[in-house]
């Protein structure tokens, strides 16, 4: 292995010193620009983040029901868990820190 890097093979493939793009491509290459500033509307981007849909689980801070406890204690170790998530609408490890203190 070692003759093969020194004679310009690297694993069985010879070095080309080639560019990939044709003689053609070459000249439609456009250097890159230094970081131009950005200019941003505050109050727009502010319409924008609020216009986007809210997280998949709700909010932090997920609010219990004693029924979806009754329902976490029955079904959390006997069914599929990602399955019984969805259904409460709340994350994996958001159903099992509650699972965690009503069983301890």
Known sequence: MTAKLLSGQT????QSNQSSLRGDQVNQVKPLRPNTPVKI???SLLRAIESL?????????????PEMDEILLRFWPVKRQAEICKLLGCSQNTARNRYRELTK
């Open 11 to 14: 694993h069985g493939h010879t």
């Open 41 to 43: 509307d505050s109050e």
């Open 53 to 65: 849909p809210d997280t998949k689980y709700g909010p932090v801070g997920f609010d219990w029901t």
